[in-house]
């Protein structure tokens, strides 16, 4: 591999102005040069569009009607990107300095691996967390902590139990996308998961113990629209288990997707549809049947008809 190839960074937008800019600053300064830097307005209604344009021509912006997610402009960057090396981050989060020089160094020094990731840190207004995301890992974390790299061979068991990835925190080779040609356009939420879990079904992966992103959490996350995510999630997950032939992270998206229908139920309880909600429990025991997915649904049924019932409020919780 070319020691300095061409990375794209790929952004899609939408309402950004708060925080684009920064995020535009940190990527402009990393210390690996050879980037080009691609924002997608997914039909944004603030100044976007006129915050990015400043920055041209260090970035390429393109503009396109409101898609009401992120695969589709995703997708439309990497048809716009010209990079032999792909990355993504959301407008709001940030790249600390040398993430891409790291990441680009790994797969220069891996050439049986197509897909890095990075470890991130959530941060708010009030700070950084106090721990990475990948210490909140029970299973990848004793095997990296004492190491600087990973490398999994299939990397599926481990994505499908604790999803250590993100959208900004992985780079691949572009060869992998005639493997997978893109983000699922169908999906509004969970769409990054399930892309870069198709990408790992054709690549090792490489781990780095490495903060390479900080994901910036605030009242607009899309991860805050708790139904959406439990929704998409099912989706999300479905299409992967129709597909998978591992039998542990089979096991483990069974399991995903019964956590969203219950998550669905709960929110639904909490609105006041005890119908929906009594069902989708049974939903979730059906998906992933064994003791403890018996109990948790026999609690959120007493829940739902306590809630029912008005003996129990979802303010005194």
């Not at 603030?46 to 009401?68: C, L, M, W």
Request: hydrophobic share 40%.
């Amino acid at each position: 591999m070319n020691s300095y190839p061409l990375v794209s960074v790929i952004i899609p937008a939408y309402n950004a102005e708060q925080f684009i800019a920064e995020t535009l600053d940190h990527i402009i300064a990393q210390t690996y040069e050879n980037i080009e830097i691609i924002v997608v307005n997914d039909g944004s209604s603030d100044g976007t569009a006129k915050i990015v344009r400043g920055y041209e021509p260090h970035v390429q912006f393109y503009e396109q009607k409101n898609s009401g997610g992120c695969a589709v402009p995703r997708n439309h960057g990497i048809h716009k990107s010209s990079g032999s090396l792909l990355c993504f981050i959301d407008a709001d989060d940030l790249m600390t300095p040398d993430r891409i020089a790291r990441q680009v160094d790994f797969l220069d020094s891996h050439p049986e691996v197509g897909i890095v990731f990075s470890d991130y840190r959530n941060f708010t207004t009030g700070g950084q967390y106090p721990v990475t995301h990948f210490q909140t890992c029970p299973h990848l974390w004793p095997l990296l902590k004492d190491r600087s790299e990973l490398v999994l061979d299939d990397a599926r068991p481990f994505l499908a139990d604790e999803n250590f990835g993100i959208s900004g925190s992985f780079l691949f080779r572009r060869e992998l996308l005639y493997r997978v040609p893109g983000f699922e356009p169908t999906l509004k939420a969970c769409e990054d998961f399930h892309f870069y879990y198709r990408l790992v079904r054709y690549s090792r992966a490489g781990i780095m113990n490495h903060v390479g992103m900080l994901r910036r959490l605030h009242a607009n996350n899309m991860s805050g629209n708790s139904t959406l995510m439990a929704v998409e999630g099912i989706r999300s997950y479905g299409m992967l288990l129709e597909a998978e032939d591992n039998p542990q992270a089979k096991k483990h998206l069974k399991s995903k997707i019964a956590d969203c229908w219950a998550d669905r139920a709960r929110l639904e309880a909490n609105r006041g549809d005890f119908l929906n909600a009594a069902r989708h429990y049974l939903t979730a025991l059906a998906a992933d049947f064994h003791r403890e997915r018996l109990l948790d649904t026999l609690w959120g049924l007493a829940r739902t008809f306590a809630l029912l019932a008005g003996v129990h409020d979802v303010k005194d919780e």
